[in-house]
């Protein structure tokens, strides 16, 4: 079982990033959206995106023609799926949008095409009986920044067949990742399993006013060495999805700071549309964050 055509459903924080690096590596990809133009802003990053390829993998000019060569692009549900052998689903964080984009998909798809949701959070378990093809149906997450950071940590549920287990582990390798396979479900893979919790506990102190944005970032930075603070992470992350966990953990449990989290970033961040490095301001200001500006660990 190989893949040839790739279609990646999504052109949000992630989902450009596995199109681009799939197609730097070969594949033919056709990227979904909503309309073309959201699909045409996806073309803006992909600028940005090769410029980087230039300085932290050395890609070369003819390279990049040529992942460009591999790309097209489609609002058209349908014609997205026409020839895809496996689908990568990178839709908004939210269990409805993703039940309802399975149904979708589950009618116009062909038969061989395997469907990977790259959730951060859930579970392909809570999916599968939609995408009406469980045995072809799997996780397959990727960190940020993945021609850097190149992570693919693969998860399927109790129905997942072994053969597609193998195929997308495969596949993960010939785009430039570590595979990482996950021989159970996990809620956050092995990543977030480690992230998620670091990430809570620096929100849950900015909320509850035990210190700001800045000191807190300093502190974890200082203390561990890490190039990067939990707030200038979650920034690369998109304050999008950030606020879309912690509004399904606060609905689920009612728990008063996360209540108070969901509030605060729809307040101050989502509504200014203030969404990470992305939009160019979240909780710092891009390209020249303060956290990496001379003097900020003193």
């Known amino acids: 079982m190989s893949f040839k055509n790739i279609t990646v459903a999504g052109s949000g924080v992630l989902g ?3 199109a681009f690096q799939s197609a730097f590596h070969g594949y033919n990809v056709t990227i979904y959206d909503i309309n073309d133009e959201v699909l045409a802003k996806a073309k803006t990053k992909f ?19 040529a992942t460009y060569a591999n790309l097209r692009y489609s609002s058209d549900l349908t014609e997205a799926l026409k020839d895809a052998d496996l689908l990568i689903e990178a839709v ?3 269990p409805k949008i993703k039940i309802a984009f399975y149904e979708k998909l589950a009618a116009v798809s062909p038969d061989k095409t395997i469907f990977a ?6 579970l392909p378990s809570q999916f599968a009986e939609f995408t009406k093809r469980p045995e072809k149906f799997l996780a397959l997450h990727f960190a940020n920044e993945i021609w850097k950071h190149n992570t693919a940590e693969i998860m ?65 930075m200082v203390a561990t060495g890490a190039p990067v603070g939990p707030f200038g992470i979650l920034d690369v992350v998109g304050i999008t999805t ?14 008063p700071i996360k209540i108070k989290t969901v509030e605060y970033l729809k307040e101050n961040f989502i509504d200014k549309g203030k969404l990470g490095f992305d939009t160019g301001e979240g909780f710092y200001k891009y390209p020249n964050p303060a956290y990496k500006k001379e003097g900020f660990l003193k």
């Open 117 to 122: 949701t790259n959730s951060s959070t859930m």
């Open 242 to 255: 950030a606020y879309n966990i912690n509004k399904m953990a606060a609905d689920a449990t009612r728990d």
């Open 156 to 220: 399927g549920h109790p129905g997942t067949a072994s053969e597609v287990f193998d195929a997308v582990v495969a596949f993960t390798k010939t785009i430039g990742m570590v595979a990482l396979p996950l021989y159970k479900e996990q809620p956050g893979y092995i990543l977030n399993s480690l992230l998620v919790p670091l990430l809570n506990a620096a929100t849950n102190l900015l909320i509850k006013g035990v210190s700001d944005v800045e000191t807190i970032d300093k502190t974890w």
């Open 47 to 65: 600028s940005v995106l090769s410029e980087a390829y230039k300085s932290d993998l050395q890609a070369t000019k003819e390279q990049l023609e």
């Open 16 to 18: 450009y990033q596995i």
């Open 92 to 94: 908004p964080e939210n």
